[in-house]
């Protein structure tokens, strides 16, 4: 079979299910909508601000919009939260204090934290570890959250738990919302003043809601940025969490008061527009890499038929080279940097080589179609992201025929 004959049966395949996800985008861009209508949004919100920025109404109303379609009592969504990692780290820096302890809830946490809580990286950078804040690890359970294991682990001196929401670079599947919420049920009905963090990264948007967290944050040059935004981070929650945070953003007293944007917010409220959307294409892109694949001989997590939980289709390749090649094909037929060939290379935060393909429009942006993947056995690749669902077809297309 050619592979554009490959794709076809597969979307044949996938039709119902890219019917469900169009539902979900229906409903999606509505709240968002409603959001934009209930707080007014005119012209006057995408103004650049310069100086302090006090009363600056196009991050303000940008806020009170993410609290609205996060379904949270509050939002800080900043330029100057410049990545996921940023946004996690502010939060559980912002929450945490010395003699306190952190647990995390769905195994170890995305690599970047690790230096962040002070499990791997230089001491004296000034991680978590060396402020005098501990923490301990629960893995997952059959790919779940192990809710007995979860409990039988809050001491005293937990103060915050951390589930990562996304699969990461893990061989797993995303954890369901709704898994998310009946363990946070769990842990509030032992200890209501633990405070629950959600790593949501690259789950924005892939479900009708999110998870009813305390506070969760992520990073706008994935999902809620819809591909537009040019950079920024957010966390929502609820209201004294994201108060705390703001102080460890800013300084305390001063909080998301100030913080003014000489660029304006435009590309923010378009990005958060568009996200339903732009996520339904990289969800979309994901089932199909994921079908074509599985029916090529790989082995693929999730596989057609499993509930998406983020925008990441994982495909093991069993041989460094294929990884290679798969990459570069991604990253041939992107449209900017096109005639870039990734290579593996010592990323700082991460332990294990990598390799990355993103010819993308704002730098790195991993809503727009790209590539990651450590350099070790089973050679797995972590593909993720589309502007356009049809640009993925092609990308996949060019994929399998170099890997014949
Ligand atoms: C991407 C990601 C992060 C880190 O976000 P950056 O913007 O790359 O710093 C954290 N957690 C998960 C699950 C992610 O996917």
């Not at 892939?206 to 998870?211: A, G, K, M, R």
């Not at 339904?280 to 079908?291: F, R, S, Y």
């Not at 999730?302 to 998406?308: A, I, K, L, N, V």
Request: proline letters at 5%.
């Amino acid at each position: 079979m050619d592979s554009m004959e490959l794709i076809r049966a597969s979307e044949r395949e996938l039709a119902p299910y890219f019917e469900k996800l169009d539902e979900t985008e229906l409903i999606l861009t509505k709240r968002v909508l409603d959001a934009f209508r209930e707080e007014r949004v005119s012209q006057r919100n995408f103004a650049g601000t310069t100086g302090y920025g006090y009363d600056d109404i196009g991050r303000d109303t940008l806020e009170r919009i993410y609290a609205r379609v996060f379904e949270t009592e509050a939002a800080l969504v900043r330029p100057h939260i410049m990545s996921g990692t940023h946004a996690l780290a502010l939060c559980l820096y912002g929450v945490l204090r010395p003699g306190d302890e952190m647990l995390a809830a769905s195994g170890k946490p995305y690599d970047t934290l690790e230096e962040v809580i002070g499990i791997a990286g230089e001491k004296g950078a000034g991680s978590l570890a060396d402020m005098g804040i501990g923490y301990r690890q629960v893995e997952l359970k059959d790919g779940k959250l192990d809710i007995d294991a979860i409990l039988a682990n809050l001491t005293d001196s937990v103060k915050l738990v951390e589930i990562q929401r996304s699969r990461g670079y893990e061989w797993r599947d995303a954890l369901t919302v709704a898994d998310i919420d009946s363990a946070i049920d769990a842990i509030h009905a032992a200890r209501p003043d633990v405070c629950v963090m959600v790593d949501n990264c690259y789950g924005e948007f892939t479900q009708l809601h999110e998870p009813k967290a305390d506070l969760m944050a992520g990073s706008l040059n994935k999902n809620p940025g819809g591909g537009i935004a040019r950079t920024g981070g957010y966390v929502a929650g609820k209201e004294k969490y994201v108060k705390l945070v703001s102080y460890r953003l800013t300084c305390p007293g001063v909080g998301g008061e100030i913080g003014s944007h000489p660029a304006g917010y435009l590309a923010m409220y378009q990005g958060l527009f568009m996200a339903p959307h732009v996520v339904n294409q990289a969800v979309k892109a994901a089932a199909l890499a994921g079908e074509v694949f599985a029916r090529a001989g790989y082995r693929v997590c999730p596989e057609t038929g499993s509930e998406r939980n983020d925008i990441i289709q994982a495909i093991e390749f069993d041989d460094p080279d294929k990884l290679i090649a798969f990459c570069r094909a991604i990253q041939r037929n992107s449209p900017v940097d096109s005639d870039a060939v990734p290579e593996p290379w010592d990323m700082p935060g991460y332990r294990h080589k990598i390799i990355m393909a993103a010819g993308t429009f704002m730098g790195g942006a991993s809503i727009e179609l790209s590539c990651d993947a450590p350099i070790k056995p089973p050679y797995i690749g972590y593909m993720q992201g589309a502007l356009t669902y049809d640009h993925v077809k092609l990308a996949i297309e060019d994929a399998l025929d170099s890997l014949v």
